[in-house]
């Protein structure tokens, strides 16, 4: 079930619903798509600059340190 919400995070499925759950109306649609289409630009404008070297790539984060699983008693 969590690999599944996973790929239906990623692949937008519950903003697709959530979007979906009330009507909207079609200047509202072109204003959303207008903002979503600038948003993906100016990502891909940033990742262009980081692969030339233009700015810093951002730090990676190191994994917390897992902690140790207590054993389960009944």
Known sequence: LRALKKKMQ???IFREMKRRKAY???SERKTREKAEAVRRARKAARKLAQREGL???PKRREPAPRRARL???F
């Open 10 to 12: 990623r692949e937008g």
């Open 71 to 73: 054993p389960r008693s």
């Open 55 to 57: 700015i810093p790539l």
């Open 24 to 26: 909207e109306k079609p």
